[in-house]
């Protein structure tokens, strides 16, 4: 896998999910370059006798105490080590490379003023694939992510704990000594712009955004899989209908219904019946699905300008060193707490369309699709679960954003909670990931009891993807593992794929 460099443009989507996947990451000349340039300016500010925040002074409350030059570099060794209070389990390994990516995006577009070696060394303690431990829980959002970031740089003191990629543990400083390198000596400044930004709620929130557009696509296919099991009607679906009210999620989501159900001999089959509208789960699909295709565009269009952005404090600009308020998280809270609703109703509309399938009052399909019902439960406890989940998000998606809380002195009196949102958000597409792999099995489980002619060959594509993984139930057995693969075909972007060789080959 190529290397994802960093220049002074920023991070991008596609140079995380790299990250994601195990890329290494480089600084090229012209971060390098940017950097130094940065740094002289801060070098320059300390040779007047005014107090500039954050390079001679203390932090929040403190502003106002001036510190003498010689106590400069452990001012801000004391900021790193005193802010490293974090709680709760640690964040995943990937997410960890990935917030140092951000990190080091940030700081390299040249207006941090840090050291290029203190962000070299960061770099290359990942390459010995020992990532430092950092806590999920203590970020309130603002002054950035400051709990986590501090620990996510211990490392870079000598201090903390890196884990390796089995499990293991080692001490910050023998991680340091992996790399070749000895601990940083931090300059004025660098340890307020190492900590102070939203690289882990971004980091966590771009996860979540990257998994929630597989999701889409599953969903997309889930419901098409549904509807012919329920022998549903197309007419919902038509585009003339659809561009009457035009919102490009639902004309998305409706193209993406006509192209998987085209030419099915089963939806056919019922033209002409006495029934003339479905049930809103089936009916309102583009609707729904729409609406949280179009948060998603939302969510994606703030974090890739979040991912581009600068968000440490001071900053130095071509007029001088400012200090402002870009490190307050409240775009990604709001982001992510929108996309945490979005994921939420695929979700919960998915979970009403099990029941549909699985309730014999409705489907007209043996009760919870067995053979046997009544010797056998079938996929009855599948829906618990999967209801159990949908509930369970409906806790989850309490928007974070809208609370706050005084800290500092009251100097730093209104917090975003980004931190919270995103980690939020991330559960509630993973739970979301199961209900609609849920859904999957048993739409494929109800065209087993069809005799009404061919799937179309889109929903004969999704049956086949299914059934890769998932085998007929002909009793009952523990069939836990099958709806696992299936979440694992979403999370591989199985069925995205899936939708672009359909749409290409119609083309």
């Given amino acids: 896998m190529s290397a994802v460099v960093i220049g002074t443009g920023g991070a991008t989507l596609e140079g ?14 012209e971060a390098l370059d940017a950097m130094r340039l940065a740094r002289l300016e801060v070098e320059r500010s300390l040779a007047g006798d005014c107090p500039v925040y954050g390079i001679n002074t203390g932090f929040g409350r403190l502003a106002g105490t001036v510190i003498g030059t010689e106590q400069l570099s452990e001012l801000q060794r004391n900021l790193i080590l005193s802010h490293a209070c974090g709680t709760g389990a640690m964040l995943p390994r990937d997410v960890v490379r990935a917030v140092v990516y951000l990190r080091a995006a ?5 207006y941090s003023g840090v050291e290029p070696s203190t962000v070299q060394a960061l770099l ?59 601990p940083v000596r931090l300059g004025a400044k ?18 979540a955004l990257l998994d929630a557009a597989d999701l889409a696509d599953a969903a997309d296919c889930a419901a098409a899989l549904t509807m012919e099991a329920l022998l549903s009607t197309r007419t919902a679906f038509e585009e003339e209908l659809i561009r009457l009210r035009p919102h490009p999620g639902a004309l998305e989501t409706a193209s993406n219904i006509r192209l998987l159900t085209a030419g099915s001999e089963i939806i056919e089959s019922h033209v002409g019946c006495p029934r003339v509208q479905d049930a809103y789960s089936i009916r309102c699909i583009p609707q729904v699905h729409g609406a949280c295709r179009d948060a998603l565009r939302y969510v994606k269009g703030t974090l890739e300008i979040e991912l581009a952005s600068v968000t440490d404090n001071p900053l130095l600009t071509g007029s001088g060193i400012h200090s402002g308020g870009n490190f307050h998280g409240e775009p990604v809270a709001l982001a992510a707490d929108h996309l945490a609703l979005a994921a939420a109703e695929f979700a919960g509309i998915s979970e009403r369309r099990c029941e549909r399938l699985l309730n014999p009052d409705l489907s007209g399909l043996p009760a ?69 792999a849920t859904e999957l099995v048993c739409a494929a489980q109800a065209h087993e009891f069809l005799d009404r002619g061919r799937r179309a060959p889109g929903t004969e594509a999704v049956w ?41 080959a119609r083309r």
């Fill in 106 to 110: 940030s700081l390299a577009r040249g």
């Fill in 368 to 436: 919870f699709l067995s053979p046997e019902p009544g010797l056998n439960s079938g996929y009855m406890i599948a829906q618990y679960t999967a209801a159990a989940l949908v509930s369970e998000n409906k806790v989850l998606a309490h928007p974070a954003s809208i609370d706050s809380i005084p800290v500092s002195g009251a100097q730093e009196d209104h917090v975003s909670m980004g931190t919270t949102a995103a980690r939020q958000a991330l559960d509630v597409v993973r739970n979301s990931r199961r209900v609609i």
């Fill in 16 to 29: 995380l999910g790299s990250v994601r996947a195990g890329a290494s990451i480089e600084l090229s000349g």
């Fill in 464 to 504: 086949m993807l299914v059934r890769s993984v998932a085998p007929r139930l002909n009793g009952d057995r523990q069939f836990g593992g099958d709806i696992t693969g299936v979440e694992e075909l979403i999370s591989d972007g199985a069925f995205g794929r899936l939708l672009r060789d359909l749409a290409e």
């Fill in 190 to 207: 660098e340890g307020l712009a190492l900590i102070n930004g939203t690289p882990v709620m971004t980091a966590i929130a771009c996860f």
């Fill in 124 to 182: 290359a303690l990942l390459r010995t694939d020992l990532v430092p431990e950092v806590p999920s829980q203590g970020s309130l959002g603002a002054s950035g992510d400051l709990a986590p970031l501090a620990h996510l740089c211990l490392p870079l003191l000598g201090e903390g704990m890196c884990s390796e990629p089995g499990g293991g543990r080692v001490p910050g400083r023998a991680a340091l000594a992996a790399a070749g390198l000895e």
